[in-house]
């Protein structure tokens, strides 16, 4: 499985962002999907996630980004995405799509158990 992020960019406080995950491997439907942040200095977290079939496509979300960030997919195109409103300065990080077949719900806020990962893309929100 192989992945690959993009839609990163530069905005202003109050601006949206769709970010992409473009998901090549098989049987992409049974895979959980993840996003996580990490800023300058700060550990990587959770920011959403939807599962795979088995988990019947339910989303997560982090508290910090719930309301202003949905999280979909189209396994049709092999894709997932971060639709972000709102954005505040503090979403400012270099974003990364991750996925597992096996994650149980417990587990999937915790990047540690993500198996695929994608390359990051820069996120800045300006004040």
């Known amino acids: 499985v192989q992945l690959q992020a993009s839609g990163g960019g530069l905005v202003q406080a109050g601006d949206s962002l769709r970010l992409s995950c473009v998901i090549s491997g098989p049987t992409v439907s049974t895979l959980t999907v993840g996003w996580f942040r990490q800023a300058p200095g700060k550990e990587r977290e959770f920011v959403a996630a939807?599962?795979?079939?088995?988990?019947?496509?339910?989303?997560h979300y982090a508290e910090s980004v719930k309301g202003r960030f949905t999280i979909s997919r189209d396994n049709a195109k092999k894709m997932a995405t971060l639709q972000m409103n709102s954005l505040k300065p503090d979403d400012t990080a270099d974003y990364y799509c991750a996925a597992d077949r096996r994650l149980i719900l417990s587990s999937i806020r915790d990047f540690n158990q993500y198996d695929y990962w994608g390359q990051g893309t820069q996120v800045t929100v300006s004040s």
């Open positions: 939807i599962r795979g079939s088995s988990g019947g496509g339910s989303t």
